[in-house]
């Protein structure tokens, strides 16, 4: 089992729809949680990190955290051309000498105009 | 304030040369990480330097790979003698304190041929 999972898609919405993006994550012990986007031949760009269960919002984008579940998601509303990209989840692990992150595959999101 | 940056963007060698990677840090960060990913793969933890020590290199594939921090500020990572396996991109990434938001560079792409 892999320690953090994500459907590698392609997800296809329409321009104007929401987009749902999903990751499990199999250390029950993680505590922080990031989601990253990454443009083809980019840097992943931090969108957006989530510590407490529930949801967080930003703008656009709405995080959720559901430990007990060990599952995070994340929302985007009004999805845009432009935000057709990869989308990493990326769990904090704690290591012995601080912390590191551990990287879904990503899931390639299309939005359609 | 200048970014993570990284040096070379793209680079290809023959199977069994050698390569060296650079990563410029964010000034004033003291931890440095680097990550690999590999074709179809998600990306990977390769080590983790504080200052110039490496607290964390359990990513580390094999031997053939060497990261230094001289100085505590740039590192480099050599690959020697690079297999075909050793493809993918390289990213470097950097925080003020471990725990923070890692900010990454825009990867030094790899191609061993």
């Known amino acids: 089992q892999k320690e953090v999972e994500q459907n590698s898609g392609p997800l296809s919405v329409p321009e104007g729809a929401i987009a749902s993006l999903n990751c499990t994550y199999s250390?029950?012990?993680?505590?922080?949680f990031f989601w990253y986007r990454q443009y083809s031949g980019k840097s992943p760009e931090l969108i957006m990190f989530?510590?407490?269960?529930g949801d967080k919002e930003d703008g656009r984008f709405t995080a959720q955290l559901n430990k007990a579940s060990q599952y995070v998601s994340l929302l985007i509303r009004d999805s845009q051309p432009s935000d057709s990209a990869t989308y990493l989840c990326?769990?904090?692990?704690?290591?012995?000498?601080?912390?590191?992150?551990?990287f879904g595959a990503g899931t390639i999101l299309r939005v359609k105009s | 304030e200048a970014g993570v940056t990284q040096f070379p963007s793209h680079s290809v060698i023959e199977k069994g040369q050698t390569v060296t990677l650079r990563c410029d840090p964010i000034?004033?960060?003291?931890?440095l990480y680097w990550y690999r990913r590999v074709m179809g793969k998600e990306i990977k933890f390769l080590l983790h330097?504080?200052?110039?020590?490496?607290?964390?290199e359990s990513g580390m594939p094999n031997n053939r790979f060497l990261a230094e921090r001289t100085g505590g500020t740039y590192s480099t990572l050599k690959v020697q003698p690079a297999e075909l396996e050793d493809s993918g991109v390289y990213f470097c990434?950097?925080?003020?304190?471990?725990?923070?938001?890692?900010?990454f560079g825009e990867g030094s792409w790899l191609t061993v041929v």
């Open positions: 990434a950097s925080t003020r304190n471990s725990g923070n938001t890692i900010y």
């Open positions: 250390d029950r012990g993680s505590q922080s």
């Open positions: 989530i510590y407490s269960n």
């Open positions: 990326a769990v904090n692990k704690k290591a012995e000498y601080g912390n590191k992150l551990v």
């Open positions: 000034s004033g960060h003291d931890n």
């Open positions: 330097f504080v200052k110039e020590s490496k607290q964390d």
